[in-house]
């Protein structure tokens, strides 16, 4: 199993950078695809990123493409969204998930959820 807290979010000026972490638990996790959610309020979760157990493949939605990065250090048990320039519509709550065996970008894929961390980013 995988347990997972994610951190790093809060107060930021559009234009600037944010770095997320998710630290992780649990043995499986050097072996288990990780990806990046968020939901904003009256909106639908929506994929970011996602990356596999190797960090051999990643990739992100067209949503956020060339402005986040999605990586992962199975040393230190965490995987990393970097976001930079970014915009009041990147407003939400950012997750990171586990999913059941499969790199996806569908949430009903992912069985292990972070508690999520506000992104809030002002004009």
């Known amino acids: 199993q995988v347990q997972l807290v994610e951190s790093g979010g809060g107060l930021v000026q559009a234009g600037g950078s944010l770095r997320l972490s998710c630290a992780a638990s649990?043995?499986?996790?050097?072996?288990?695809?990780m990806g990046w959610f968020r939901q904003a309020p009256g909106k639908d979760r929506e994929f970011l990123a996602s990356?596999?157990?190797?960090?051999?493949?990643?990739g992100s939605a067209d949503s956020v493409k060339g402005r986040f990065t999605i990586s992962r250090d199975n040393a230190k048990n965490t995987v990393y969204l970097q976001m930079n320039s970014l915009k009041p519509d990147d407003t939400a709550v950012y997750y990171c998930a586990a999913p059941r065996s499969i790199m996806s970008t569908d949430a009903e894929d992912y069985d292990i959820w972070g508690q999520g961390t506000q992104v809030t980013v002002s004009s």
């Open positions: 649990g043995r499986t996790f050097s072996r288990s695809a």
């Open positions: 990356i596999s157990w190797r960090a051999g493949n990643a």
